[in-house]
């Protein structure tokens, strides 16, 4: 029966506990670097984009309720709800999409974990609870299937090899997770930059649509102020430049995050597939790939330059 990748992945697993002690020598000091360095920007990646998208939810809420302050009967406020007047976008950014998003940020980061626990010369039990909980999130994020007969098997081999793992199983298995996890690790990465990308009508799309409601609503409360609708409305009058900075404010801060967002995600894309090819041949180089964890930490400290400013 051929393997697809997500059983792929529950074998590699397997394999970071139960292979056998003839997978050769350990990493290198250069690939051991590699890899941390890559778990590092992986891990941020996580955890950047996770608050992200987290954080451009609560906005989304947040400017229904300033909509809705400024007279617009169409503004819906409630977390679960979807506004009569977006043209379905709100769909898109709805708490069951976040959900999604952050369950499978959470395998993403699980997966990061564990690279640094198998570079790292973690003792056993590091490496079996790290390997536990990426299984897990990988099925929670419906990666592997719980009914698996080799994901049931994993619990009962990581408990059966506690302290046999060597340092060239501990390499073996580390180049087997890398491979057989990269199909997950690029989907989830597709995933995240077209919902950072407005082109691409999902996340960020349906974000500048909620940005775009609220200046309209601005406008409009503007409007009928000078159409003689109590002009003196100094409550009104405030709203509307509240509304109007809101609306600046996020879609700059948005629009520059997604950007460094997105380029850490390439990255770490071109981070991920260069540490499978180093990994599997001693005689790769991987200045590559501390270029690019270069790139990375300039893409993360930007981020955090940004939210810094809120």
Same mark, same amino acid.
């Given at each position: ?165 060597? +340092? ?53 409360? +503007? ?18 430049? +509240? ?8 879609? +700059? ?58």
């Amino acid at each position: 029966m051929r393997i697809t990748p997500n059983r792929r992945i529950a074998v590699s697993i397997l394999v970071l506990i139960a292979t056998c002690g003839s997978a050769g020598c350990g990493m290198t000091a250069r690939q051991r670097s590699a890899v941390r360095q890559f778990s590092d920007a992986t891990a941020q990646l996580a955890d950047l984009a996770g608050e992200h998208l987290t954080d451009s939810r609560r906005q989304v809420v947040a400017m229904g309720l300033l909509r809705a302050k400024l007279g617009d009967a169409t503004a819906s406020v409630g977390l679960g709800t979807t506004d009569t007047n977006d043209n379905g976008t709100a769909e898109l950014i709805a708490p069951r999409h976040l959900h999604d998003r952050l369950t499978a940020l959470a395998a993403l980061r699980d997966y990061a974990n564990l690279l640094g626990t198998l570079s790292g010369g973690s003792a056993a039990d590091d490496t079996q609870v790290a390997a536990t909980a990426l299984h897990a999130s990988l099925a929670r994020a419906g990666w592997v299937g719980t009914d698996n007969p080799r994901s049931r098997l994993f619990g009962q081999l990581v408990m059966l090899s506690a302290g046999q793992v060597s +340092e060239a199983q501990r390499a073996e298995a580390l180049r087997r997770v890398v491979v057989d996890a990269e199909p997950f690790v690029l989907h989830v990465l597709t995933l995240l930059q077209d919902d950072l990308d407005a082109r691409a009508e999902q996340w960020a799309f349906a974000y500048m649509a909620s940005i775009d409601l609220l200046t309209q609503a601005a406008t409009l409360a +503007e409007s009928r102020l000078r159409a003689g609708d109590d002009p003196s409305n100094a409550v009104m009058r405030a709203s509307i430049v +509240e509304a109007r900075l809101v609306a600046s404010h996020n879609a +700059e801060a948005f629009t520059r995050t997604s950007l460094e967002l997105r380029q850490l995600i390439v990255a770490v894309r071109l981070g991920q597939v260069n540490l499978r090819t180093a990994l599997q041949s001693p005689d790769v180089t991987i200045e590559d790939i501390e270029r690019l964890m270069l790139n990375a930490r300039d893409a993360v400290q930007a981020i955090a330059a940004i939210r810094a400013e809120r």
